[in-house]
């Protein structure tokens, strides 16, 4: 029989680690709202340093339950008993370990003060005190020492609730030197950021209305999919059905929109969605879990066309089926499981088709030969004129999307249009004309479409392990430019051995 042994992680190197995890300073914040909202509080009030003067430090206030001193200490555990298989279904919680990790990733002390049926407890985490004992040790504060708390006067006037403090901004410090100017820099970044992530509590489309201000300012909640504009188009909504990790079914609830054309939206309207930057790169799924936004603004890989770019798809899940999402502990990522990414990719094909249509409805692609992948466009309008746009299914451009994350795609797809609009047909025209552009290809260029050959098939063969090369190789040639050097396509063969 095998001998148990207890062996404990040394304190000060795993909190060492836990602070290195990856928070931004806005992920740790709303980790710590979160924990406001699964206590059922209406009011969030952050407050951060005015005076560059006095002591920095960033408070989260909140009118919730409130904790006694036997769940305070708990909760102040790494690994706190919400972190159990049986949670409640609006919890937005997970490891029990976000209050903690979220909080020194930024801070070396953690202070948090709850009140619960007239009685105030309170419990620290002083990195530097963990680091010379060595052990697990956090600090119970006595009644006179919370009472010098900053903002404990907030709290004793609430019938419950909780406090949390940071205070000695280590991190801050060796990175940016002034933590009163750094501090002031989040807190703008954060208006944005939480406007987002909460914009169903704050615009009250969630269970429950939330207000959360920062420093007196109320946030008003953004719209992401403008759902109040005449012009948008909600389509139908639907679920799909997904087995959990204990194989019982669960339901993820899909709607999609297809936002209005940048020319009907007022100013008001770019506002209400984020901003000009949000409404030419975060198309995509928004992926909810309890009415809180988790990721947005990506298409998890699935195949998608240059003019599907004003369709966003709202995706609700249930905490039920966080580990086969693998939402990590920050919050901030997620990876879409096959079985829902096959349902969602059949689901919502009309949508996207539909949002392809909304695009082109001004002209149609103009094709002398179908079975041709071109690098151009060549598009025909209602009017008979002509203009150009880059093929973003040509299989030279998907070199790019394997690999570039959605948020950057989109910018770069922002600079193709740029391009696109401003093609000097008339300079084109006389330079042909006067036979000044080569018509032929030099050495240097032949060898180059090689190279990128090569590229292409060797990752798709990474990406599709079931093709053979000589597969990926014929499709490859009814691609331009590949398509004009067929006698190219020998060399790829014996290149990779076909």
Not at 44 to 59: H, M, N, R
Not at 106 to 125: D, G, P
Not at 271 to 293: A, D, H, M, P, W
Not at 388 to 409: A, C, G, H, V, W
């Amino acid at each position: 029989m095998p001998t148990h042994i207890s062996n404990i992680p040394h304190a000060d190197f795993l909190m060492g680690s836990m602070r290195s995890l990856g928070y931004t300073f806005e992920s740790a914040i709303a980790d710590i709202i979160d924990n406001s909202i699964s206590a059922y509080a209406g009011h969030i009030q952050l407050k951060f340093p005015v005076d560059p003067s006095a002591e920095c430090y960033v408070s989260i206030l909140d009118d919730g339950v409130g904790l006694n001193k036997k769940s305070l200490l708990e909760a102040m555990r790494y690994g706190s008993h919400s972190s159990e298989a049986v949670r409640d279904k609006n919890d937005l919680g997970r490891f029990g370990l976000g209050l903690k990790a979220a909080s020194l990733s930024q801070c070396k002390i953690l202070t948090v003060v709850s009140k619960e049926k007239k009685t105030i407890s309170a419990y620290r985490w002083n990195y530097d005190f963990v680091l010379s004992k060595k052990e697990w040790l956090v600090l119970e504060l006595a009644d006179e020492e919370i009472h010098l708390l900053p903002e404990i006067s907030e709290l004793k006037k609430l019938k419950s609730g909780t406090l949390v403090i940071w205070s000695e901004f280590d991190i801050l410090q060796k990175s940016h030197g002034n933590v009163y100017s750094t501090l002031k820099k989040y807190k703008e970044k954060l208006v944005d950021y939480l406007s987002l992530i909460y914009h169903r509590f704050l615009n009250g489309d969630a269970h429950i209305k939330i207000d959360i201000a920062i420093n007196n300012y109320h946030l008003n909640g953004t719209d992401p999919f403008l759902e109040k504009h005449k012009k948008t188009n909600q389509r139908q909504d639907f679920e799909l059905v997904v087995k959990d990790s204990a194989n019982d079914e669960k339901y993820i609830h899909v709607t999609p929109f297809i936002l209005p054309f940048q020319k009907d939206l007022s100013r008001e309207d770019i506002q209400l969605i984020g901003g000009i930057e949000n409404l030419k790169t975060k198309q995509g799924f928004y992926v909810y879990r309890n009415y809180r936004l988790i990721i947005w603004g990506t298409w998890f890989g699935l195949r998608r066309h240059e003019l599907t770019k004003n369709a966003r798809i709202r995706v609700d899940i249930p905490n039920s089926l966080d580990d086969i999402w693998n939402i990590d502990i920050k919050k901030q990522n997620a990876s879409i499981p096959g079985q829902i990414k096959n349902q969602l990719e059949r689901s919502v094909k009309e949508v996207l088709e539909l949002a392809t249509n909304q695009q082109t409805y001004r002209g149609r692609i103009n094709r002398t030969n179908d079975e041709i992948d071109y690098v151009w466009n060549r598009i025909q309008g209602r009017d008979n004129t002509f203009h150009y746009t880059i093929n973003r299914e040509n299989k030279i451009f998907s070199l790019l999307k394997q690999d570039i994350p959605d948020d950057i795609m989109a910018r770069f797809d922002m600079v193709l249009d740029e391009i696109e609009r401003n093609i000097p047909y008339q300079q084109i025209y006389i330079d042909i004309s006067k036979e000044t552009i080569s018509q032929t290809e030099d050495p240097e260029r032949l060898k180059d479409i090689e190279n990128k050959g090569i590229l292409w098939v060797n990752n798709t063969l990474q990406l599709n392990e079931s093709l053979s090369a000589k597969e990926v190789i014929d499709d490859l040639f009814h691609s331009e430019p590949f398509c004009d050097h067929e006698n190219m396509k020998h060399k790829l063969y014996n290149y990779f051995k076909v």
